[in-house]
């Protein structure tokens, strides 16, 4: 047997066919590597990731699943999409595991049009308290083919009341009721969610994009343990995986939702994705791995903890999961996109956010949103949780002052200095 490699000088012919790509790369990986990512629904990937979503795996058709392929060639991508499917049955102990969706989007349209019909009322949580567009937002094409009734958090504690989702659950009567958010702060109380489906006959689905490596890694609760219908998650959040998404769920779903992801929604699978899933879910399955969840949720503690002691506005006042939603509206008399600019000043990546019921428009709304999945990727603690919350707050407070807003750039700098993104060496 022959044992051809993909050559190790892929990069220097980039450098050489395309300069203005490559010094694009190395820009990127300086800026990952000099600051801090702390969007919460990003993260670094496990370094074992590049090589396989780099690799020959790319270039392979596989419409279909294994064993029932429409194009030939298929025993290493049988292979990998087995495992694949394998890891995240036992990983998220549920039935049946589909590992072919291109991304969160295209995972949830695949839910709904696998499960429901045109026109079918879905029960999900409103996109201004936490729910994500593909929870029905009327800009989705989701939005537009089924019927979402919006339950809502409380204000201000932020708390959900099962009492009111139940009471607009037996008003609608949805045939599905949808848990899930990107920005929503606390746990949700699942087996709740499901003895009001149960009520109304309605299926359940948990879209844990966001914290399905917190799941994963046992540090949260899962939905499947309490008998829900189907779960949903990207892998490229805190799962630290490829860009992409996989569903899991009851056995007596598969065929349905098989059909809806191929040939419903997508033909051919990214293998190379496929492949880096697999291994996403070999190394999310160990004991490494259940440290780093349970300590992305100790740092998210302590820098919500620091940032509540610096006068800032969290919203629900602080956080179970790994990520925070801040109020700088009153605090610092800043809009979401002003503190999202000035804190990219210093080097500190965040996104703009709406806050519930904010009375701002989506590209100037009232907070920002905080996460540590990528920070606790990178080996941080709560110290240094610390020095990060220190520079949010100065930064916030002093946007207009560039001597201080240099100062910070450097110390955010030296930080990151001494955590390195994982996977990415400094070969200046
Ligand atoms: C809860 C939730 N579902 C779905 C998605 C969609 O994922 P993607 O951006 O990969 O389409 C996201 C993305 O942020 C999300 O937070």
């Known amino acids: 047997m022959h044992n051809f490699a993909r050559s190790t000088a892929a990069s220097d012919c980039l450098r050489a066919s395309d300069p203005d790509l490559f010094a694009a790369l190395r820009a990127e990986e300086n800026r990952q590597a000099e600051g801090i990512e702390m969007i919460p629904s990003e993260n670094y990937c496990f370094p074992e990731v590049y090589p396989l979503l780099g690799s020959v795996f790319n270039n392979k058709y596989s419409e279909g699943y294994p064993g029932r392929r429409y194009y030939g060639g298929q025993e290493n991508t049988d292979r990998i999409e087995t495992i694949a499917r394998d890891r995240a049955k ?50 989705s094409h989701m939005g537009k083919v089924f019927r979402f009734i919006r339950y809502k958090s409380e204000v201000p504690s932020g708390r959900i009341d099962l009492e009111k989702v139940r009471a607009l659950a037996l008003e609608h009567k949805p045939k599905m009721v949808l848990c899930g958010f990107s920005s929503y702060p606390r746990e949700l109380d699942y087996a709740g969610f499901k003895r009001i489906a149960d009520e109304v006959g309605a299926l359940t689905f948990a879209d844990v994009s966001h914290i399905g490596g917190l799941i994963a890694g046992g540090a949260l609760a899962n939905p499947m343990d309490v008998g829900f219908d189907v779960m949903s998650t990207t892998t490229h959040k805190s799962l630290r995986g490829p860009r992409g998404g996989l569903i899991v769920a009851k056995q007596k779903f598969g065929a349905a939702l098989d059909k809806s992801v191929f040939p ?49 506005d969290l919203v629900t006042g602080g956080t179970d999961n790994h990520m925070m939603v801040v109020t700088t509206t009153q605090t610092f008399g800043l809009t979401g996109a002003e503190s999202e600019t000035t804190l990219d000043e210093v080097g500190i990546t965040v996104n703009k956010q709406l806050i519930p019921d904010d009375p701002n428009p989506p590209l100037r709304p009232s907070g920002i949103r905080l996460g540590t999945p990528a920070a606790t990727a990178r080996g941080m603690d709560e110290a240094a949780m610390e020095t990060l919350g220190g520079i949010v707050l100065r930064a916030l407070r002093a946007p207009k002052d560039l001597a201080t807003l240099q100062a910070l750039h450097a110390e955010t700098k030296a930080l990151c200095a001494k955590f390195p993104v994982p996977g990415l060496v400094d070969d200046a």
């Open 264 to 312: 419903g929604l997508q033909g051919g699978p990214h293998m190379h994705q496929v492949a880096a899933t697999a291994t996403t879910l070999l190394l999310a399955s160990s004991e490494s791995f259940k440290a780093y969840a349970r300590q992305v949720i100790v740092n998210a503690k302590r820098l919500a903890e620091v940032l509540v002691a610096g006068g800032a």
């Open 90 to 139: 036992a990983l998220f102990r549920a039935e049946y595991a589909n590992v072919q969706p291109l991304g969160g989007s295209a995972m949830n349209q695949a839910v709904y049009f696998g499960l429901l019909q045109p026109g079918d009322t879905v029960l999900a949580m409103d996109l201004s308290h936490g729910g994500h567009l593909t929870h029905g937002a009327p800009v």
